[in-house]
């Protein structure tokens, strides 16, 4: 019995002491808007406004010029296929030109990567790794 409250004291000793030893630790200063936030959110800027002002009518043009899939002459809708009539509710947002939450979505996404690599690629760089291929040197 002596033995294991001797092991037990000592244990409670060596947590205190880790205690102890972690509070003298260094401080995480959290920042809100740090530069990391900075580029991501300036590259999925740039991607919404890309995605919204220059993409959106460059396909909805080539949408209109190539026209509806027809079937016998006549569209799918005015076929019979009740299914082929494009979807209205819930992904609409009230946007003018039609810019939806899956080209949101699908934007934003691609600001991310663009953000991400851009992140990684000033990391490297700092880090001192060539991220420039030696072709463009």
Same mark, same amino acid.
């Given at each position: 019995?002596? !033995?294991?409250a001797?092991?037990?004291?000592r244990?409670?000793? !060596?947590?205190?002491?880790?205690?102890?030893?972690?509070?003298?630790?260094?401080? *995480?200063v959290?920042?809100a808007l740090?530069?990391?936030? /900075?580029? /991501?959110c &300036?590259a999925?800027?740039? !991607?919404?406004?890309?995605?919204?002002?220059? $993409?959106?009518?460059? *396909?909805?043009?080539?949408?209109?010029?190539a &026209?509806?899939?027809?079937?016998?002459?006549?569209?799918? $809708?005015?076929?019979?296929?009740?299914y082929? *009539?494009? =979807?209205? %509710?819930?992904? *609409?947002t009230?946007d003018?030109? &039609? $810019?939806? /939450?899956?080209?949101?979505?699908?934007? %934003?996404?691609?600001?991310?990567?663009?953000? $991400?690599? =851009?992140?990684? &690629?000033?990391s490297a760089a700092?880090?001192g /790794?060539?991220?420039v291929?030696t072709?463009?040197?």
């Amino acid at each position: 019995c002596a !033995m294991v409250a001797t092991a037990a004291s000592r244990r409670g000793t !060596m947590r205190a002491a880790g205690r102890r030893a972690g509070a003298r630790g260094t401080r *995480q200063v959290t920042r809100a808007l740090s530069d990391a936030n /900075i580029v /991501i959110c &300036g590259a999925n800027a740039a !991607m919404l406004a890309l995605g919204r002002w220059v $993409f959106l009518p460059y *396909q909805r043009r080539r949408v209109e010029a190539a &026209g509806l899939p027809v079937q016998n002459g006549e569209s799918h $809708f005015a076929a019979g296929d009740k299914y082929a *009539q494009e =979807a209205t %509710g819930v992904l *609409q947002t009230g946007d003018p030109a &039609g $810019f939806g /939450i899956i080209d949101t979505l699908a934007w %934003g996404s691609l600001g991310h990567v663009l953000g $991400f690599a =851009a992140l990684a &690629g000033a990391s490297a760089a700092n880090s001192g /790794i060539n991220v420039v291929p030696t072709w463009l040197n």
